[in-house]
């Protein structure tokens, strides 16, 4: 059982930037894979970024290719998601997922976070 706490939404301009916090707790999380999802009002939800714990490895939707970036500290049990050059159309929910490290990188998380609001305000 893991467990998931998003922090690090708020209120921002576009252009800005922003970064979520993910604090995990209750897994052997070298054998997860983290990531983000964000869904908006009226949207389905959408996958954002992953990252594979025990490697490192990362993919990203094409819609935030090369403004978000998503990263851990091992020490700190803790993924972030790193949001520069905001859009309006970022603004969404966000939430943090885990689950083993397999399958496919965009589906099937099992463990789920609450959720930070992210406001992008043009």
């Known amino acids: 059982q893991v467990q998931l706490v998003e922090s690090g939404g708020g209120l921002v301009q576009a252009a800005d930037s922003l970064r979520l916090s993910c604090v995990a707790s209750?897994?052997?999380?070298?054998?997860?894979?983290m990531a983000w999802f964000r869904q908006a009002p009226g949207k389905e939800r959408e996958f954002v970024a992953a990252i594979r714990w025990g490697t490192g490895n990362t993919y990203y939707a094409d819609s935030v290719k090369g403004r978000f970036t998503i990263s851990r500290d091992n020490a700190k049990k803790t993924a972030y998601l790193q949001m520069n050059s905001l859009k309006s159309e970022d603004t969404a929910v966000y939430h943090c997922?885990?689950?083993?490290?397999?399958?496919?990188?965009?589906?099937?998380?099992?463990?789920w976070g609450q959720g930070t609001q992210v406001t992008v305000s043009s």
């Open positions: 209750g897994g052997t999380l070298s054998t997860y894979r």
């Open positions: 997922a885990a689950k083993l490290d397999a399958g496919l990188w965009d589906s099937s998380y099992r463990y």
